[in-house]
């Protein structure tokens, strides 16, 4: 069995490699739920449908947000009827999006995601981090925002001095699942707004402490691959680099994947980090994504 924590962008590339090679029963994927909200009267949970999306082999890999070939005719028109949307959500996107916010009526998230899930023919287990709501705010030099106003609104531009995120509970099944895992893999997924979310809930780094646990950092040189994780981990402290990526979670990391264009790193992850695996890790084709899943994978 391996578990995997996910985002958005990062991870789901990588969970394009893994499904090549896992049998999709033995794959549970953990995904971050910080920034669900409701948008336009429908529940939006980015990160869990770019993973469903993802499985499903429907995922728009231009974006890594919505279906790929989805057409924006509601959209389009809610603008003509001057109610924009912040989110530009495609039509079947939104199909996806309405069925989760009626089944919600009457089911947890986890639930919801569950009838979604076998709806679309996936094997391997998605579970939301959480069933509870939760709040993300992102600090900066023009005012404290929401997570989707800083990234969309206003293009992740603003300075980043703090971000804030409020406590939830785990969503049962995510201890066992890490605990039943023969490795844990934690893709290259923001580690500010992504990943520290998962490893905040109780429970967690407790129980990886106790798995093997390996992490690929998307951080390559001094500056993530793409989106506001620098600006992030900058705002929170952090080395800009994969030995930030690796200090913030040595007390339970067995293995770092890091690229190869920082193989420089080596000797300081070394000395943290019991083993350093150094290959591409820019995802840009399948057979990227492959690669980089196998060696992940014959690491355990
Ligand atoms: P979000 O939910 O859309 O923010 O997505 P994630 O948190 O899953 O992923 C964002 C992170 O993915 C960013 O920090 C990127 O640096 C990283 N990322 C995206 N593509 C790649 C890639 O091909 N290789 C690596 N190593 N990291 C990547």
Redesign the pocket.
């Known amino acids: 069995m391996i578990t995997v924590l ?9 969970l394009q490699g893994i499904k090549e090679i896992v049998n999709p029963e033995d794959l549970t994927i953990i995904v ?1 739920t910080l ?1 669900n909200d409701y948008f336009a009267g429908v529940y939006v949970s ?2 869990i449908d ?1 993973v469903l999306y993802t499985m499903a082999d429907m995922i728009n890999e231009e974006t ?2 919505g279906v790929k070939g989805d057409t924006f005719i509601t959209h389009e028109r809610l603008e003509e009827l001057s109610c924009p949307e912040l989110l530009r959500i495609g039509d079947i996107d939104r199909a996806t999006k309405i069925q989760k916010t009626l089944l919600m009526q009457k089911h947890s998230l986890q639930e919801s995601v569950d009838i979604q899930s076998r709806h679309m023919g996936i094997a391997s287990k998605i579970i939301p981090m959480s069933n509870e709501n939760s709040e993300i705010k992102i600090v900066t030099d023009i005012g404290e925002l929401d997570f989707h106003d800083f990234l969309i609104k206003h293009q992740s531009e603003p300075e980043v001095l703090d971000v804030k995120f409020s406590k939830v509970k785990p969503a049962e099944g995510i201890i066992d699942a890490i605990r039943n895992s023969d490795a844990v893999i934690i ?5 500010i ?3 520290l979310p998962i490893l905040s809930l109780e429970g967690v780094k407790e129980a990886l402490k106790e798995t093997q646990v390996i992490a ?5 040189g001094n ?8 600006k992030f981990m900058k705002a929170m402290g952090i080395e800009v680099s994969s030995l930030g990526v690796a200090k913030l979670y040595k007390d339970f990391l067995d293995v770092i994947v890091i ?1 190869s264009q920082d193989e420089n790193m080596k000797d300081a992850l070394g000395e943290i980090i019991n083993k350093v695996i150094i290959t591409n ?4 084709s399948s057979d ?1 994504k492959f690669s ?1 899943a196998k060696k992940i994978l014959d690491g355990i």
């Open positions: 996910s985002g958005g962008t990062g991870t789901p590339k990588l971050n920034e980015a990160d770019t890594w947000y893709g290259p997924s923001n580690p707004t992504s990943i690929v950092s998307p951080i390559i500056d993530s691959v793409s989106g506001p994780a620098a690229d890790t820019i995802m840009n990227t980089l």
